[in-house]
């Protein structure tokens, strides 16, 4: 859940596509302050960033270092509910900057 800053979600290998992919549940509550949401966002993306640079899924997945840069990463937020157009700039946003740091790729499915 978007909210839960201390684990990651979900988490795939798929060794033929040499991809790890990792996904974020974003589910949408009455109470929601969409500021808060965003920023609780950004900051569960950036938890799966800094395991990514820490190594952390390749030692998850018992992925030598040598391997380990021949995988991609794609980062999945995987959300309950409509959004607008200020949540997909938020996410493309944090896409290119993931992007920047990993080389890896955030993108938004339902």
Do not use: P, W
């Amino acid at each position: 859940m978007i909210y839960d800053l201390e684990k990651i979600d979900f988490s795939r290998l798929d060794k033929l596509k040499k991809t790890i992919y990792m996904s974020i549940y974003d589910t949408q509550t009455e109470d929601m302050d969409v500021e808060e949401h965003m920023l609780c966002m950004k900051r569960k993306v950036e938890l799966y960033v800094n395991h990514i640079l820490s190594k952390g899924m390749a030692e998850y997945f018992s992925i030598s270092e040598a391997k380990e840069k021949k995988y991609k990463y794609v980062i999945n937020i995987v959300r309950d509910f409509e959004v607008g157009q200020g949540y997909i700039d938020h996410v493309n946003n944090i896409d290119a900057q993931v992007n920047e740091y990993t080389g890896g790729r955030v993108r938004v499915t339902t």
